[in-house]
């Protein structure tokens, strides 16, 4: 199984709240875990990335929680701002190739 | 960081014409590029994978002699939709890796628009 399950499809939060975003993957191959952002009209652009050997990691307002027993990963993003607006995919790689979660749709009100 | 560069960034072009796409990797050879296709609102679908030197390979599902990949140097990656009809439109996005590198560097995409 290639599928990457990602939830929620779309996702409003108040600015300076926690959004949060998961991902579910049924191939124990799978052998790195990136996110990736993007916004209208653009290609999408690396946010963070994680081994499967690694429980989290922490780049700045973006943290990804990996639970490799349950094959499920998480990207929860602090202090949210308006600019991080755009559309959220998770990812799997395996066999030299990434398979995309369905993406979610974050919007940042005031 | 690995810079990835497409042109055109969007073309529209006629029923029945071929329409030639290009990925470089501007700072880094890449020995692996990537295509892939998005619809709007919809995620990301791998098409091929090209290896510098070596014929592409395709996806299930994706026609080979309509979507025409060359990975003629370790910078340039070029597709070609060929005989291009409306049910093509899409954005065309190119990524490309590092020898024994995990990460994939996408470029900004092209917007194709068949009449």
């Known amino acids: 199984q290639q599928q990457v399950k990602q939830s929620p499809q779309s996702l409003i939060v108040q600015k300076g709240g926690i959004s949060i975003i998961n991902c579910a993957y049924e191939?124990?191959?799978?052998?790195?875990f990136p996110w990736y952002q993007q916004f209208p009209g653009k290609g999408p652009a690396l946010l963070i990335a994680?081994?499967?050997?690694?429980s989290e990691k922490k780049e700045g307002r973006f943290t990804i929680s990996f639970n490799k027993s349950a094959k499920q990963f998480s990207l929860h993003i602090m202090d949210s701002q308006p600019g991080d607006s755009a559309t959220y995919f998770c990812?799997?790689?395996?066999?030299?190739?990434?398979?995309f979660g369905t993406g979610t749709r974050l919007t940042i009100i005031p | 960081g690995a810079v990835v560069s497409q042109h055109p960034s969007r073309v529209i072009c006629k029923s029945g014409t071929s329409v030639k796409i290009e990925c470089r990797s501007l700072?880094?050879?890449?020995?692996?590029m990537f295509w892939y296709r998005q619809f709007p609102k919809q995620s990301l679908m791998l098409m091929a994978t090209?290896?510098?030197?070596?014929?592409?390979?395709?996806e299930q599902g994706v026609e080979k002699d309509k979507f025409l990949i060359n990975h003629a140097s370790l910078t340039l990656s070029t597709l070609t939709v060929t005989s291009a009809h409306p049910e093509d439109s899409s954005f065309y996005i190119c990524?490309?890796?590092?020898?024994?590198?995990?990460?994939?560097?996408f470029g900004p995409g092209t917007r194709l628009t068949v009449l």
């Open positions: 990524s490309a890796g590092l020898a024994g590198g995990r990460e994939q560097f």
């Open positions: 191939n124990t191959a799978f052998d790195y």
């Open positions: 994680i081994r499967p050997d690694v």
């Open positions: 990812a799997a790689r395996g066999n030299e190739k990434l398979t």
């Open positions: 700072d880094f050879q890449a020995t692996t």
């Open positions: 090209s290896n510098e030197g070596s014929k592409a390979t395709y």
